[in-house]
């Protein structure tokens, strides 16, 4: 798809009311792993759907932690906070491919531990008083990141990323996980609540990517299909009404237009199921 095409659907996506735009970071690609797609750089990307958009949440599902330098993060994060005007939603994941770990010089054995020293000074950096600390866990006040910002940038844990579910919910403001049947997910959110309930009263929100194959025909049934389902609007709705009773809050599209423009998908959720939804 090409870079002005994906420009025009989140211009669409923003103008008609959804709530946010996930961009994903693929360092790189290979024959393991072919990306049909073409990713941007996810910090050049947002750069230009903060100038196209306004109103819709930009969230990265999700930058690929261990293999960035927490401070380039911090960096990046403040300024496309600054850009977009505090719409920006920090996603952070672990990644999982060892060659692509390797080609970075790092050891896919050790991204737990990469992910949690990363994310510490990552999340000083953005704090409100966005301390800079040094390997050492040092603040190093000679040092500062520019712009400052009046208010914090949420981060958000993407899978698991190798963590605890009780590290995620002490240390991260929401969790986003992958599509399963809601049968299965359910089970997820029981064990979400419980981690929750031992280590914060703060409310941590819960959402998942959804592959969805939108059909042209009104009454089609929900199917479960790879990462998400196949159906027609109605089923839609009461797929995405029966999520948001079991405690999910927020849920990403991936569209698979099969035939059908993505323009044309969009408009037919935001006319028909968001309202149903709201």
Known sequence: MQFDTQL???AQAARLGFDALWVRDVPLN?????????HADPWVFLSALAAVTSGIALATGAIVLPLRHPLHIAKAALSITSLSKGRFVLGLGSGDRPTEYAMFGEDVENRKMLFQSHWHRLAAALRQDQQVIDENG??????AIRPRLKTSVPMVAVGSSSQSLEWIARNATAWMTYYRPLSVQKDRLALWHNAQAKVTADFR???????LELLARPEAAYEEINLGGR????GLIEALSAMRD??????AFNLIAQGRPASEVMEEIAADVLPALR
Do not use: K, L, N
């Open 8 to 10: 025009a659907i989140a």
């Open 30 to 38: 290979s024959d393991s792993y072919p990306d049909p797609v073409g």
């Open 138 to 143: 040092r603040v190093r006040s000679e040092f």
């Open 205 to 211: 929100g819960f959402g998942q990517s959804m592959v």
């Open 231 to 234: 159906t027609g609007r109605r």
């Open 246 to 251: 079991a405690g999910i809050h927020h849920v």
